[in-house]
């Protein structure tokens, strides 16, 4: 994967941590100035941008930045600008798309069908079991569970998910050094090593509760659908599955016995149309339709965006005669291989790639297996 | 209340026992001939109706209509032909609607507004409890609990009703003298004395299987809504419910735990459009708007039918000045009043009084008491 330059990766970071420059400011420097080196040099004078801002663009916190690339440069640290083509296309396609995300693990797995799994944190006993059917199902079926390693349902669904060989994602509301709740460190470390952690915020930064929140975009926006295990009314599990549906994602709620206060935010997400499932199938079958609708939105996006071609067509099998497919048709066969591995076979983009896969994985050509890796079904 | 005289009564009889004649027929000929007496006589020759019907017209079974007269001699029995002003409306206007009613009790009460509540004859500790719950809260608001005086929920919804001092009425799939299962023979008891036992089936129908469907369609018909409160996904209750929505009346179902077989055909029926409730004041409040469309659209059916002058306008407070609603209101006063003694102040109809007493209950004029009494709340 391409990394951003040592200059621009420093641009980068000084622009995360000037203090008044949320991401749609930063997306909007970006645009403007073409590079994250450009956009310090010109913000740092530009009246338009807060006093503070500038501030920090012109004399940035040298000991904090040291301490970013210190974290960058271990193994398995990445940032990933939105500009770069390894960030993930999900994500950027939501308004509120973190500027960069802080990555610790395989930052190809960002570019897997994903699932959210989200629930209380208090969740019940039998809460926390379906939680853990759900993630096992989900990741069984090549299918990344996403959360936001919180106590209860976050942490169970990660947890199983593993379990079952399979990869998840932790979202955090902390820098991507810190872990919380502390109780979760060893869990942490295995997502890290089997999936990936990532976070918008610099390391370092301790989880304030309006980090919260902001996390749960992302946990909906790296997915294809939010499922809500187990929710009281004021939950943040909520807020994530609202953001769901405002990122036109699927949302998926259990319900529960009307005693229960924590089937009530799941209730409540049904009354609004979130769809009422029973069983791990059912969240898969109406995922398959969307994930085909959204690799090929993804497709028109990336042609859009001018990388790689589009491969035209739907998802059933509008892709034959396609050079790019018949490349990719080629680079896979029966044994699993990775996303590096097929992108160095075949040639094509890692960003492409991983929508022709989908493409292919719901048509039923590839297989995703454990790991991120595909094989030939047919 | 107007009785048909001992010929139309026997006519009715005999055409109500007449093999292959079934409510559409009867609802024909009635319609067609004007009295049951003509329409006997018709039907008998006509080379359209069945032969077995036109045999059974010709020489009716004498000892059946005896005991079917023997039943409605009782105190307290009746039978309400469609073609009467004291069938119920809302039943009326379904398509299915049954030929005539054979009711034990207080006929009146099939005039009060009923939610009916159905669901599995299996319940689960819980399921019972809920709907003990919700029969308990609906007969406190002045609804009438109407159920299928089946085990289970509809036993103890019925229970329910009457330990709250409330009214309510079980549809039969047996001829009105039997009571299925037997162990309801105390319970069917205390309905007839405070609510009402109704059947379409003539005395001594055993409760065949074929019965029961045809029994929940009546349930469904007299109810503004149906809440199912447990249900396996091969069940009666989910039978009723949609019989419910098709006759364009509210479904409600309660959800449950994604475990238990009993919460799946509740789940379905969420799928399928029935509101989730978690509360009977939800239902109540749900019902207030369909109540008030229901009392318009039977005051202007009444109206058609050119039984008395409409009461103009909408729920609101539409009425004012209508000579009609200042009679009965003139009539009611804050020590609650039955029908029959509401009919005889205020030398209303009893149909046109009970859309009426209905449009002043939802505009808050009048408080529904215990027993299908009314009193001035305002």
Redesign the interface.
Known sequence: MANPTPIESTAWLTLLRAPGLGPASIRTLLERHGSAASAVTAAAKDAAVPQAARDALRTPDRAALDADRRWLDQPGHALIPVTSSDYPALLRDIPTAPAALFVAGDPMHLWSPQIAIVGARSASA?GLA?ARQFARAFAQAGNVVTSGLAEGVDGAAHAAALDAGGVTIAVLGTGPDLVYPRQHRALAARIEEHGALVSEFPPGTAGKPENFPRRNRIIAGLSLGTLVIEAGLKSGSLITARLAAEQGREVFA??????SPL??GC?RL??DGA?????ADEVLEQLRGIGARLADHLREQLAEDGREPAASGDASAAHAGDPGYARLLAAIDHTPAGLDELAARSGLGVATLSSMLLVLELEGSVVAADGGRYARLS
Do not use: F, K, Q, Y
Not at 254 to 259: D, E, T, V
Not at 275 to 279: G, H, I, M
């Open positions: 039998s379906n259990l319900p529960g016995s009307i005693h089937a009530r209730h049904i009354r769809l009422l499932v029973e069983s």
